[in-house]
């Protein structure tokens, strides 16, 4: 079946410096990949997506590559500040595909950001 | 445009009293997924519907859940008798169309058993 391999955190970081989340998948043919975040107390938000392989979605500052050579997703961002603490998902599906919509989740990133 | 509305926001019961958790998804939007979150096993799919016809309910637990969507702009998650286990925060999301694959989640409702 399908997976998602995410980066174990928590993952504390200080203000401006360099953020990687890792996130590797399997799947039997070529899913949407996606980031999703969730801040404290609020539902997940779509941070960004890319459809097919060689895609970059970005949004916010935050980047993400669809490496289908590698399968992975690697969330990255130059220079975190404090409000990008939260919990972020990175996650699967094919979502064109008729029964086949589901989104399968990693177990989720929680990222904190300290002055 | 507002989004995916869930209610109520928390919910607090007794083992063994009914619960329901309403959704409305995303005027527009043609699929429905109710997702329940956990410390232990994280996100998973309850179920889902497509023009309000469940397509997968693979997830649900046990036949104590069960979930309706009588039109396109409302959905129940019903969970009878509730059970302690049955703590966590239940989202529903929605989506649209064919070719668009990003769903959209509401703010989740914290349900506790007591």
């Known amino acids: 079946g399908n997976s998602v391999t995410q980066m174990e955190g928590p993952v504390t970081l200080s203000e401006e410096a360099f953020l990687t989340i890792n996130c590797t998948y399997t799947?039997?043919?070529?899913?949407?990949l996606f980031w999703y975040v969730q801040y404290p107390g609020e539902g997940l938000q779509l941070l960004l997506k890319?459809?097919?392989?060689?895609d970059k979605g970005s949004n916010k500052g935050f980047e993400a590559t669809y490496r289908k050579e590698t399968t992975s997703f690697h969330l990255e961002k130059g220079s975190v500040q404090v409000s990008d603490s939260a919990v972020y998902f990175c996650?699967?599906?094919?979502?064109?595909?008729?029964?086949?919509?589901?989104?399968?989740f990693g177990t989720g990133t929680r990222l904190t950001i300290i002055p | 445009d507002a989004g995916v509305i869930q209610s109520p926001r928390h919910e607090v019961t007794e083992m063994g009293q009914e619960v329901t958790l309403r959704c409305k998804p995303i005027?527009?939007?043609?699929?429905l997924f109710w997702y329940r979150q956990t410390m232990m096993r994280g996100l998973e799919l309850l179920i889902y519907?497509?023009?309000?016809?469940?397509?997968?309910d693979s997830g649900m637990p046990e036949d104590r859940f069960s979930a309706k969507m009588p039109n396109a702009s409302f959905s129940t998650l019903k969970i009878q008798p509730s059970e302690p286990r049955d703590s966590a925060v239940y989202f529903c999301?929605?989506?649209?169309?064919?070719?668009?694959?990003?769903?959209?989640f509401g703010p989740g409702t914290r349900l506790t058993v007591l």
């Open positions: 996650a699967l599906s094919f979502g064109a595909n008729f029964g086949n919509e589901k989104l399968t």
């Open positions: 999301a929605s989506r649209w169309g064919d070719s668009t694959p990003e769903q959209f």
């Open positions: 890319a459809t097919k392989a060689d």
């Open positions: 005027s527009g939007h043609n699929s």
């Open positions: 799947a039997t043919g070529y899913p949407s």
């Open positions: 519907f497509n023009n309000n016809v469940p397509i997968d």
